[in-house]
């Protein structure tokens, strides 16, 4: 079993986003949904039987969707990074998760639960990774100016840049 499971906080959507998820997602699946029972109507503030928890993999990550209230809402500091293997992954990624949601930059986004994803290519890791600090500092110049990360812009900054004699 998955020693670390992120549970996520939702208003009353958390069936709709396991959902929506495990659509995108290869290998994902809703393994379990929770009902809220009696005891806890007082205090959640939820009715008996509607849907407390929603458990879920993404690609055999383990996932708790919770229907807490609107008490709590997502931020930017705490994201999901999706590393992909070419363009055509990263296309797909940034169109599913934005519909309904919103793009931001550097291959940062909400979807339209406002919940933080990144889409980045694996390349830009080892990219970044390079001992040459111009090769670092042309892809990282070229990042900053991006919405969704597309990889030949960042292959042929990463490629023009001075290499140390």
């Given amino acids: ?25 290869k290998n994902s699946r809703v393994i379990a949904t929770t009902p809220y029972p009696k005891a806890a109507e007082a205090v959640s503030g939820k009715t008996a039987g509607s849907v407390m928890t929603v458990e879920f993999e993404l690609d055999g990550e383990r996932f708790v969707a919770l229907n807490g209230g609107p008490d709590f809402k997502f931020n930017e500091s705490i994201s999901f990074m999706v590393t992909c293997d070419d363009q ?5 990624f940034w169109g ?41 500092e ?9 919405k ?9 900054a990463y490629e023009e840049a001075k290499v140390y004699a």
């Fill in 1 to 25: 079993m998955q020693k670390t499971i992120p549970h996520l906080w939702y208003d009353d959507q958390a069936e709709e986003a396991a959902n929506f998820y495990t659509s995108i997602f």
């Fill in 88 to 92: 055509a992954e990263i296309d797909y």
């Fill in 96 to 136: 599913k998760l934005t519909e309904g949601g919103e793009e931001s930059v550097c291959g940062w986004l909400k979807d339209r639960f406002g919940l933080s994803w990144q889409i980045v290519p694996k390349v830009l890791s080892d990219m970044l990774k390079d001992p040459n600090e111009e090769k670092i």
């Fill in 138 to 146: 042309a892809v990282t110049a070229t990042f900053l100016k991006m």
């Fill in 148 to 156: 969704k990360l597309e990889i030949e812009p960042l292959r042929r």
